[in-house]
């Protein structure tokens, strides 16, 4: 399972082909206060960064998704699971372009990703940072079920710790069913914006 469709998103497997589209997108400069190390990435890092995501699909099960608007059949950003620096822990990340703010795409793609890590890898937990000015990210952890744990310090950043077991995620199965049905949109093919949330 390499795809998974939702309402208006396609998560599909990143390849090569993607790299002026990805580039385009963790170029601009108002991505680095997203990005772990806060600078914008060349275009030989976005390169690097593609063959590590597909690196991590070849180990594991789980890995990073291009998420492309099915109404456009473009790229608007990622979203996917790696793990959390340094430890054993998966965490889930996500990424998209400004138009795609407020519209409910970062929690559509971040439900079904987390979705993915419990039925399909069978992970036992998955956990979610951010920095604790990044309000957007932290209300689409809250909306797919994560509870705020702690405050931490990843890839040097101040950060707030979101997480959610398997347990509690069965016992939030009907609220992630139930997400609610999302604003289409008429949009010119996406712009070179500011893309919204988490790192890569």
Request: glycine content about 6%; aromatic content about 12%.
């Amino acid at each position: 399972m390499r795809e998974i469709e939702t309402e208006r998103l396609l998560l599909r497997q990143f390849t090569m082909d993607d790299l002026d589209d990805l580039y385009f997108i963790y170029s601009h400069p108002d991505l680095s206060k997203y990005l772990s190390n806060e600078q914008p990435l060349r275009l030989d890092q976005t390169r690097a960064a593609i063959n590590s995501i597909i690196e991590s699909w070849q180990q594991h099960k789980f890995g990073v998704w291009a998420v492309v608007y099915k109404k456009h059949r473009k790229l608007i950003g990622h979203c996917g699971l790696k793990f959390l620096e340094n430890t054993p822990e998966v965490q889930i990340g996500y990424l998209l372009l400004k138009d795609y703010w407020r519209r409910g795409f970062g929690t559509e793609a971040a439900a079904a990703v987390l979705k993915y890590g419990f039925d399909v890898v069978k992970l036992e937990r998955i956990v979610a940072i951010a920095k604790p000015e990044n309000i957007a990210s932290r209300r689409v952890m809250e909306k797919i079920g994560m509870k705020y744990e702690k405050d931490a310090y990843y890839y040097d950043n101040d950060v707030v710790y979101y997480s959610l077991s398997r347990q509690a995620q069965q016992l939030e199965a009907l609220q992630l069913k139930d997400l609610g049905k999302y604003e289409e949109l008429t949009l010119p093919i996406p712009q070179p914006l500011a893309p919204v949330l988490g790192g890569i």
